[in-house]
């Protein structure tokens, strides 16, 4: 069975930087393809990142374009979501997800989520 765990989330000022990584154990992650989501209180589930099974599609949504940056080491079975520039609108849980060769949409139907880790922006 696949499992994913995030980490890295906190406490940070408006305009820094955190990485999140999503390790995978299961399964190789060389044939999933991941995003990272975001659910602020109160809030729908919002689409932050995704990056195909291939590594060789990634896609954004305007909100983060330019700011975020999703990359995988299968090497490693970790996924990263980088996050430059943060401000306060980008507080929220992020949850990593993943599809058995899933492309780079927000539309993939993923199937495997993680737990979530708190990102705390301060203005």
């Known amino acids: 069975q696949v499992q994913l765990v995030e980490s890295g989330g906190g406490l940070v000022q408006a305009g820094g930087s955190l990485r999140l990584s999503c390790l995978v154990s299961?399964?190789?992650?060389?044939?999933?393809?991941m995003a990272w989501f975001r659910q602020a209180p109160g809030q729908e589930r919002e689409f932050v990142a995704a990056?195909?099974?291939?590594?060789?599609?990634?896609y954004y949504p305007d909100s983060v374009k330019g700011r975020f940056t999703i990359s995988r080491d299968n090497a490693k079975n970790t996924v990263y979501l980088q996050m430059n520039m943060l401000k306060s609108e980008d507080t929220a849980v992020y949850y990593c997800?993943?599809?058995?060769?899933?492309?780079?949409?927000?539309?993939?139907?993923?199937?495997?989520w993680g737990q979530g880790t708190q990102v705390t922006v301060s203005s």
């Open positions: 997800a993943g599809r058995y060769w899933g492309i780079a949409s927000p539309k993939t139907p993923y199937d495997t």
């Open positions: 990056i195909s099974w291939s590594g060789g599609m990634t």
């Open positions: 299961g399964r190789t992650l060389s044939t999933y393809g």
